[in-house]
């Protein structure tokens, strides 16, 4: 997303002073360069199988400056074709229940623990994520959020470092370095799932609560 772009949306939700702060301005700017420097990065990234198969490589998408990341496990086949994260099945819902917040989904920033898509749309695998895991922190050092939103057992697992049963560990938030974790289901989960619809909507409604209180 370019800058005007993202500024005019950020407008639209109300974030007035990006045109009166030249310096927030700046900053925004900053971020998204950054940004665009490790997508170049991941778009020739040869550290795992995952490259031989994929169409593209997906970083992620959002507002640079959001308190709050939701992140899943990996790109699905919409997400492989498009280079965007969430827009399949899973991401529809959940746009629709950020959106059921009162929020939009472009004032959150929105990412995966691996940027290329596993064949078949498996689980990713321990050292899949291990070798991708650097290029997500480098996103979390320039957004700078407060609370990551863990979609799912296996980003809960990514940056825990065990097993995690996210059934009973969904609503579980945790101290990671200087950020909160909050564990929740993934969307796909949900979709096989309906009637957790309206656990995962209470979960990101916190999640925001926990992100700007």
């Known amino acids: 997303m ?26 925004v700017e900053e971020k998204l360069k950054k940004l665009e420097e490790i997508n170049r990065v991941i778009q020739e990234c040869k550290k795992c199988d995952l490259h031989k198969n994929r169409t593209q490589a997906v970083l992620g998408e959002g507002n640079p400056d959001s308190r709050l990341v939701f992140i899943g496990e990996a790109p699905g086949g919409d997400e492989d074709k498009q280079g965007r994260p969430f827009v399949g099945r ?18 959150f920033y929105i990412t995966n623990v691996c940027k290329c ?13 291990e070798a991708c895991f650097p290029y997500l922190r480098q996103q979390l050092d320039i957004i700078q959020p407060k ?28 101290n990671w ?37």
């Open 2 to 27: 370019g800058l005007k772009k993202h500024i005019r949306i950020l407008q639209e939700l109300g974030y007035e002073y990006l045109y009166l702060e030249r310096e927030m301005e700046n900053t």
């Open 90 to 107: 899973a991401g529809k819902l959940l746009t629709r229940l950020i959106e059921a917040t009162g929020h939009k989904r472009e004032e």
């Open 117 to 129: 898509r596993p064949p078949g749309n498996r689980t990713p695998t321990p050292w899949e994520m």
């Open 147 to 174: 609370v990551l939103c863990l979609l799912g057992a296996t980003a809960a697992r990514a940056f825990l470092n065990r097993h995690v049963a996210i059934t009973k560990e969904r609503g579980s938030v945790i």
């Open 177 to 213: 370095e200087d950020k909160l974790l909050y564990l929740t289901y993934h969307p796909a989960y949900v979709l096989r799932n309906p009637s957790e619809e309206m656990t995962l909507f209470e979960d990101i409604k916190r999640a925001i609560q926990l992100a700007y209180s």
